[in-house]
């Protein structure tokens, strides 16, 4: 779709047309941006360039009203028509200050423009926002000839939705028809393989399709204030930058964000004079290394300061390229998982060869921080976090102040939002509304750490059990091979399980979902099924071999044994009954014992003729 702004030109879109909608190019007075030329394209990069443009050193806008955005509105149009804190202004307190007279969402984005030397800080929430911005500019400083041309996606984005792929064998698009809802906090629970881990995949191509990463991100782990200012002289073709430029570098303000610093011009200044050119600085602190010279009023890298900014571009740079793994994470609790792994903690690290202590942010709160920037650009993507072995770590303690930030209504951008003050760093956190925690569960895994109560109840429970339906479906000629129905196998061992234990530690369909042929359901069940049927029972062989209904006792041996040929009569007296029955286990079979060993699973009762 597309939407042509001009001088004057009454302003007729309002947020439900933009709503959710991707900006996919647009030009001013013939300068065209796109995702292919400009970093970090979004919504904001409209106004951002529409000030660039129209800016100049005698005429800095203060604020944009509603008078600018609408030149020819009645005088009684009400303010409440623009959503939020439209405008230009001298502070981020400015910004708040209006957002809360204007009772708009708490979930303004504040942004800074600079030009000139001057910092300018502006408000947007959705691309309705920052059209409004671009609008007032162009009215305020275009000229008659002057438009700006905005191209963006016809259909919303749909979002909270999934669907099942009918064939396992080839990709199937979402149908419309077959969307459901998903919760934003779900655990999928079941007994071992009832395909938990591979409904994960299911949950990530519909959450995240046709999303992608196209921009380019650092890697910023274990990086020093001095090799964050390489990478923002390499964005910047090494061009000779004062401090204030360094600063206001978007590769810098990204690292900054990583760091907790009082005074970050202040720690780039220092660094940038500690490893500077004796010629430079007159400065005691100065180390010797000669990686900056001073060229009039700003700072430039030696010959040095190139080499070494080349060899740390090269390690820090990550390309994301078009794939989803930009919007997703995968980790796996077990117990010795804690909360510093999860969002904050202190840990060591050697900096230019002193040992330093500060605090790491851990792999959700990153995350969180990575969807929050993708709603502040006004993109609203889908973030999927999967958490396998949900129940295997400490709950409580590693999830920490999430257990009530997690709730949907709680979450940044609801109505009820709610922010925590961390305790080692100190910030505030929160967690996205575009943010999906998914775990999985394994029911028999009931001797490691529950689910804490609280946190049960916010999650929603999906429920896998086996079904030997999709055996019927995918495995052999209708479930069978060579003759022997594995669905029907699974459903007597299923049902006998459950007689003797309870449903949750059934076995799953996935045990048979790869076998093609009998020599693959023979170590199907001697190397997954049997073992794990003694991690259930505790050995008791006799239960175990009621289950496999082993009559012909191929894996499960009887054995009679006297105690009177093993311990002298005196001492065997009393102690032990004459004869006890024994039960030993056959690592393996030969095939044709398997197949009689299958052929016996199922109980086939005879029919009287009458």
């Given at each position: 779709m597309e939407l042509i702004l001009k001088k004057n030109k009454p302003l007729i879109e309002n947020y439900e047309d933009l709503k959710n909608r991707k900006l996919l190019q647009f030009t001013i007075n013939g300068n065209e941006f796109s995702a292919e030329n400009t970093k970090r394209f979004s919504w904001k990069r409209l106004s951002e360039e529409a000030a660039l443009q129209y800016w100049t050193e005698e005429v800095t806008?203060?604020?944009?009203?509603?008078?600018?955005?609408?030149?020819?509105?009645?005088?009684?149009?009400?303010?409440?028509?623009?959503?939020?804190?439209?405008?230009?202004?001298?502070?981020?307190e400015d910004i708040k200050n209006e957002t809360k007279r204007r009772h708009s969402t708490?979930?303004?984005?504040?942004?800074?423009?600079?030009?000139?030397?001057?910092?300018?800080?502006?408000?947007?929430?959705?691309?309705?926002?920052?059209?409004?911005?671009?609008?007032?500019?162009?009215?305020?400083?275009?000229?008659?000839?002057?438009?700006?041309?905005?191209?963006?996606?016809?259909?919303?984005?749909?979002?909270?939705?999934?669907?099942?792929?009918?064939?396992?064998?080839?990709?199937?698009?979402?149908?419309?028809?077959?969307?459901?809802?998903?919760?934003?906090?779900?655990?999928?629970?079941?007994?071992?393989?009832t395909g938990k881990t591979y409904e994960v995949k299911t949950y990530k191509d519909t959450l995240l399709l046709n999303q992608s990463a196209s921009e380019?991100?650092?890697?910023?782990?274990?990086?020093?204030?001095?090799?964050?200012?390489?990478?923002?002289?390499?964005?910047?073709?090494?061009?000779?930058?004062?401090?204030?430029?360094?600063?206001?570098?978007?590769?810098?303000?990204?690292?900054?964000?990583?760091?907790?610093?009082?005074?970050?011009?202040?720690?780039?200044?220092?660094?940038?004079?500690e490893h500077a050119t004796?010629?430079?600085?007159?400065?005691?602190?100065?180390?010797?290394?000669?990686?900056?010279?001073?060229?009039?009023?700003r700072w430039a890298l030696t010959e040095a300061g190139k080499i070494e900014a080349e060899e740390v571009f090269s390690n820090a740079k990550e390309e994301i390229g078009q794939k989803k793994d930009y919007y997703y994470q995968f980790v796996t609790f077990h117990q010795s998982y804690g909360y510093e792994d999860f969002i904050e903690g202190i840990r060591a690290e050697t900096v230019d060869g002193s040992i330093q202590y500060e605090v790491k942010k851990g792999v959700f709160r990153n995350f969180c921080e990575r969807a929050e920037e993708d709603l502040e650009n006004g993109t609203d993507n889908n973030f999927l976090f999967v958490i396998d072995e949900i129940n295997r770590g400490n709950i409580s303690k590693i999830f920490?102040?999430?257990?009530?930030?997690?709730?949907?209504?709680?979450?940044?951008?609801?109505?009820?939002?709610?922010?925590?003050?961390?305790?080692?760093?100190g910030d505030q956190f929160g967690i996205p509304k575009n943010v999906y925690i998914l775990g999985t569960m394994n029911t028999a895994d009931r001797s490691l750490a529950m689910m804490d109560t609280a946190l049960r109840r916010r999650f929603d429970f999906v429920e896998m059990m086996p079904n030997s339906g999709l055996i019927r479906k995918e495995v052999g000629d209708s479930g069978s091979i060579e003759g022997f129905n594995l669905a029907d196998i699974l459903d007597a061992l299923n049902e006998r399980i459950e007689y003797l234990y309870d449903r949750e530690h059934t076995l799953g369909h996935a045990f048979f979902m790869n076998n093609n042929t009998l020599a693959d359901v023979k170590r199907t069940f001697e190397n997954k099924i049997i073992p794990l049927l003694q991690e259930y029972f505790y050995d008791?062989?006799?239960?175990?071999?009621?289950?496999?209904?082993?009559?012909?006792?191929?894996?499960?041996?009887?054995?009679?044994?006297?105690?009177?040929?093993?311990?002298?009569?005196?001492?065997?007296?009393?102690?032990?009954?004459?004869?006890?029955?024994?039960?030993?286990?056959?690592?393996?079979?030969?095939?044709?014992?398997?197949?009689?060993?299958?052929?016996?699973?199922?109980?086939?009762?005879?029919?009287n003729e009458l």
């Open positions: 806008p203060s604020l944009i009203t509603i008078k600018d955005v609408y030149p020819n509105a009645s005088e009684k149009k009400p303010e409440s028509e623009i959503k939020n804190a439209i405008g230009f202004y001298e502070s981020r708490p979930r303004i984005n504040i942004r800074e423009i600079e030009k000139f030397g001057e910092i300018i800080c502006y408000g947007s929430f959705a691309g309705i926002d920052d059209v409004m911005l671009a609008q007032g500019l162009l009215n305020l400083y275009g000229s008659p000839s002057d438009e700006i041309i905005i191209q963006y996606s016809e259909q919303q984005k749909n979002r909270h939705k999934r669907t099942h792929p009918k064939d396992n064998s080839q990709k199937v698009e979402p149908n419309q028809e077959d969307f459901q809802i998903i919760g934003l906090n779900t655990i999928l629970y079941g007994p071992p393989g380019r991100l650092y890697n910023f782990e274990g990086l020093s204030w001095r090799e964050a200012i390489y990478l923002a002289y390499k964005e910047r073709n090494f061009e000779a930058l004062s401090v204030k430029e360094i600063e206001n570098t978007e590769v810098v303000r990204a690292y900054a964000k990583t760091k907790k610093s009082k005074s970050i011009y202040g720690t780039l200044s220092t660094t940038v004079i004796e010629d430079s600085t007159t400065s005691t602190y100065r180390n010797g290394r000669d990686l900056f010279e001073r060229i009039k009023d920490g102040e999430l257990i009530t930030l997690i709730e949907p209504e709680k979450r940044i951008g609801a109505a009820e939002e709610i922010k925590v003050t961390l305790p080692y760093s008791d062989f006799r239960k175990i071999r009621a289950i496999l209904n082993d009559k012909n006792g191929i894996y499960i041996v009887e054995k009679e044994i006297s105690p009177n040929k093993l311990f002298d009569n005196k001492l065997a007296d009393g102690f032990f009954s004459n004869n006890e029955n024994k039960y030993a286990l056959k690592a393996t079979a030969s095939d044709e014992d398997f197949k009689k060993f299958l052929s016996g699973v199922l109980i086939h009762k005879e029919v």
